[in-house]
């Protein structure tokens, strides 16, 4: 067949393929498209939700340190660990949480070291009878709260380490959770290891 130009011609003879190819390549560019912004959507994703979980991170720590610090005043949450302030003792309750005052502001601190859970009959009251209504030294370890709670050295004079004295005397035990890495350790267990020794206190029954 005879045709007037060869436009006509090559029109005519790939006018199929040359609707296939250009159908081929809409969709091989809706493919890409759709999975650039897939990917791109992804890693959005990955990063907000790091972000937001970084921030949370932050602030749930910000929130505990926060509540923390308010358990102290001031000046007790500038101590160094060791570092000896003087407080006054209000009461002792019967699970061996004291009641510091320290300026205007009442704490409640639990001695290093100690475990109420196996005490003598008489332990509370001879804490009461020693440290109620007096002023005494306390020192912190490396973290000064937990639970909650002013966690303390006592100092009944210049020399003597109160939590250590009770275990000596197996009026307590030594808390199985302590640290070996606590300033005064060494010189808590010595006297636990003292006690059973001797089999004072608890360690005689």
């Known amino acids: 067949m005879y045709y007037s130009n060869k436009l006509g011609f090559y029109l005519k003879q790939y006018t199929t393929q040359i609707i296939v190819g250009i159908v081929c390549l809409i969709i091989i560019a809706s493919g890409l498209f759709l999975y650039f912004k897939i990917n791109s959507n992804t890693q959005n994703s990955t990063v907000v939700s790091g972000s937001v979980e970084n921030n949370n991170e932050q602030t749930n720590t910000e929130v505990n340190v926060t509540e923390d610090e308010t358990i102290l005043p001031e000046d007790l949450r500038t101590l160094e660990a060791g570092q000896k302030v003087t407080v006054k003792v209000a009461t002792i309750d019967d699970e061996g949480v004291l009641v510091l005052i320290s300026g205007d502001k009442r704490i409640n601190a639990k001695m290093i070291g100690?475990?109420?859970?196996?005490?003598?009959?008489?332990?509370?009251?001879?804490?009461?009878?020693?440290?109620?209504?007096?002023?005494?030294?306390?020192?912190?370890?490396?973290?000064?709260?937990?639970?909650?709670?002013?966690?303390?050295?006592?100092?009944?004079?210049?020399?003597?380490?109160?939590?250590?004295?009770?275990?000596?005397?197996?009026?307590?035990?030594?808390?199985?959770?302590?640290?070996?890495?606590?300033?005064?350790?060494?010189?808590?267990?010595?006297?636990?290891?003292?006690?059973?020794?001797?089999?004072?206190g608890v360690w005689g029954e």
């Open 114 to 200: 100690t475990d109420f859970s196996k005490e003598m009959p008489d332990t509370i009251y001879s804490i009461d009878q020693d440290l109620a209504g007096k002023y005494i030294d306390i020192s912190f370890d490396e973290t000064k709260v937990s639970n909650g709670y002013a966690m303390v050295y006592i100092y009944s004079d210049e020399t003597t380490l109160y939590n250590a004295k009770l275990l000596k005397e197996g009026k307590i035990v030594l808390d199985s959770n302590i640290s070996k890495k606590a300033l005064e350790y060494n010189k808590l267990a010595e006297s636990q290891a003292y006690a059973k020794q001797t089999l004072a």
